[in-house]
Structure formats: structure tokens, C-alpha cells
């Protein structure tokens, strides 16, 4: 095993890749072997030898290991998407689902695919179902909840969804998604009105930086009420925030990534509410 850990440490995949196998030829339970090899599979993108490894660790710890091969599934459906096997792509996302029901990567790619071919109201479902696998990363696909609604055409269906969605979920970076829908149907004074509402109580990056999206009213009145808002918001404000940050490790990015860069965790990085300032 020493042996193998120089060899991965100075990237000699290969060389490393061999001693972990010929440890499992003796020990074929051995779980750092098993974890070095899924490494190694992980660095090198090989995702149906990080699968093999992983489900040999799968019945000793479901539970850990389950959304890790989950991932390596969605990535084999990513590169599938990529070369338009829509049927392969299916099957890799309901492989994903079957390790790990709470992913929402999977959901995410299954309501992507429904999407294309207009199934919209399945599209919807997945997403909403998104809530209840992890709600962190809900925000990131409002935009898409939205179009299923458009085209549905559930104005009021969504306008009633998003209400309720952020009366459960306060701390959850809605605003600016629930905003856009208010512009989109009721109008946008009616968005500046919500916008406003909510800097009110609670100052934040995001709420003044939808405030400063809409155009100027040519009502005089109407323009001092707007900039009075983002002074009260601006004056308690020191720096941006990052829209995305791993719970593992603090990593900060403006890039999802599924697979954390830092801390080399699967799914902890999420978008970032800003906190509340007073």
C-alpha cells in the first residue's frame, strides 16, 4: 500500500493502479485499496471503472457510497448528452436516481431530457421533486420551473408555488428568481414593488442588484423611492458574495461545480445565499 501511495502522489496512475490491484488479490475486501483505486479512476475520468471499485464498498457503506457512484453515472449521462444518445442518457440519470434517490443532478438531467421533447409537464415534477432530495439547490433551477409553467401556461400555478416556496424556505436565494416571475405576469412595477419589500426587511447583494436591473420610472417619486432602497441596502454592505460555496470546506466560486475542486467532495457545493445584514 506505501508503495502505492508514493506512486499516487507523484501521479503515476498506472504503476499506483497496479499495486492497489495486486493488494485485492489478496484482500479483495481491502478498503483503501478500493478507495485509492476510485481515485485514481476519479483523476483519470474513467467512470465505469470508478463504479466497479465503488460498488465493491457499496453493501459496507451504502449510504456514503451510494451518491458517489450516483455522480459517476451522471457524468457517463453528461458524456452520452454530448454525443445525442438520448436513450443512453435516460438510463445512466435512472441508474444515478437508483443509488442515490435524493440526487439532484439526476433530476435535473431527466428534466432536462423531458424538456427537449416538450414534456413539460414531467419536467416540472422532476424539479419540483428537488425540494424534498436537497432544497439548496433549488434556486438554481427556478428559470427552468419557470419555463415548464410558461408553457403550461400556469402563470397563477407559479406565482401560488413561489409564494409558498418562500414562506417554507426564508434563508433560500429566491429572490431574484421570484422577482422575474412577478415581472414576467403581473408586470414590472409590481417586481419593484416585491424587490422593495424585501430590502425593507432585509438588506441584501442580491436584492439591489435586482433593484438596479429595472429601468428608472419617469415618475420623480417612484425614482427617489427605488434609490432610497439601495442606499439603505448599500450602506450595510461590504463585499459581493459568491453564488456558489461548498459545505465541506468554504470553497467559494461563481461556477457549479458537481465535484468540489477543494475538498475533491461529491455535491457540497451549492449556491450561496448572501446572509442578512442589519
Excluded at 415548464?148 to 408555488?161: N, T
Excluded at 442606499?231 to 470553497?251: D, I, L, P, R
Amino acid at each position: 500500500l506505501e508503495l502505492g501511495y508514493d506512486y499516487l502522489g507523484d501521479g503515476w496512475f498506472d504503476r499506483a493502479e497496479g499495486l492497489f490491484k495486486e493488494v485485492l488479490i489478496h484482500d479483495p475486501r481491502s478498503e483503501k485499496a478500493l478507495q485509492n483505486l476510485i481515485l485514481i479512476y476519479q483523476q483519470e475520468k474513467d467512470w465505469h471503472k470508478a463504479i466497479d471499485a465503488a460498488e465493491s464498498l457499496f453493501s459496507q457503506n451504502a449510504a456514503k457510497v451510494g451518491p458517489m457512484i450516483s455522480q459517476y453515472y451522471c457524468e457517463l449521462a453528461d458524456i452520452a448528452n454530448a454525443k445525442g444518445d438520448v436513450s443512453l442518457v435516460e438510463h445512466y440519470a435512472n441508474q444515478a436516481l437508483r443509488y442515490d434517490s435524493a440526487s439532484v443532478r439526476a433530476s435535473i438531467i431527466l428534466a432536462d431530457l423531458a424538456m427537449t421533447v416538450n414534456d413539460y409537464k414531467k419536467a416540472k415534477l422532476l424539479l419540483q421533486q428537488i425540494e424534498k432530495q436537497d432544497v439548496e439547490f433549488l434556486p438554481i433551477v427556478m428559470d427552468k420551473l419557470d419555463e415548464c409553467h410558461y408553457h403550461e401556461d400556469e402563470a397563477e400555478v407559479l406565482l401560488e408555488y413561489l409564494d409558498e416556496l418562500v414562506k417554507r424556505h426564508t434563508n433560500l436565494p429566491l429572490l431574484e428568481s421570484h422577482a422575474k416571475v412577478i415581472e414576467r405576469y403581473k408586470g414590472q412595477d409590481a417586481a419593484i414593488d416585491y424587490v422593495m419589500a424585501k430590502l425593507e426587511k432585509n438588506p441584501s447583494l442580491d436584492g439591489m442588484n435586482q433593484l438596479l436591473s429595472y429601468k428608472h420610472s419617469e415618475n420623480e417619486k417612484d425614482v427617489y423611492a427605488m434609490m432610497l432602497g439601495l442606499k439603505n441596502a448599500v450602506t450595510v454592505m461590504k463585499q459581493e458574495q459568491s453564488a456558489y460555496q461548498c459545505k465541506q470546506c468554504g470553497f467559494k466560486t461563481n461556477t457549479l461545480y458537481w465535484l468540489c475542486p477543494s475538498c475533491h467532495n461529491w455535491g457540497s457545493v451549492k449556491p450561496h445565499a448572501c446572509e442578512p445584514v442589519c
